[in-house]
Nanobody, 126 residues
Framework: EVQLQASGGGLVQPGGSLRLSCTVS????????IGWFRETPGEDRAGFSC????????YYSDAVKGRFTITRDNARNTVYLQMNDLQLEDTGIYFC???????????????????WGQGTQVTVSS
């Protein structure tokens, strides 16, 4: 059974850090593109980071570049997202998803991802 489970969310103050995990079963993380997406009330789900089949294939949106880092542990079949210097606008429900191929022109478009997990809530508040 294919499953993706995002975890590690929580409440953090501005400037704080969290590490999210996306634990995968049913397929190998290094045979797919794994992306991270955020959903906030009134807005479409938006992608902000992904990692391709090669570990050096990483992409970030401008909003998180320099603050977030995506990594992968093939032995644990898990993708991590280290989030530093969190800001109020980072608040939302975070999802991980898997896609078959990396589309370099638009790697963070939700359309390319066909397997989704349940989200984890991240709240940045003082």
């Amino acid at each position: 059974e294919v499953q993706l489970q995002a975890s590690g969310g929580g409440l953090v103050q501005p400037g704080g850090s969290l590490r999210l995990s996306c634990t995968v079963s049913g397929f190998a993380v290094d045979e797919s593109v794994i992306g991270w997406f955020r959903e906030t009330p009134g807005e479409d789900r938006a992608g902000f980071s992904c990692i391709g089949k090669r570990e050096d294939q990483t992409y970030y949106s401008d909003a998180v570049k320099g603050r977030f880092t995506i990594t992968r542990d093939n032995a644990r079949n898990t993708v991590y997202l280290q989030m530093n210097d969190l800001q109020l606008e980072d608040t939302g429900i975070y999802f991980c998803a898997a896609g078959k191929e990396l589309i370099p022109a638009s790697p963070l478009l939700p359309l390319w991802y066909d397997r989704w997990g349940q989200g984890t809530q991240v709240t940045v508040s003082s």
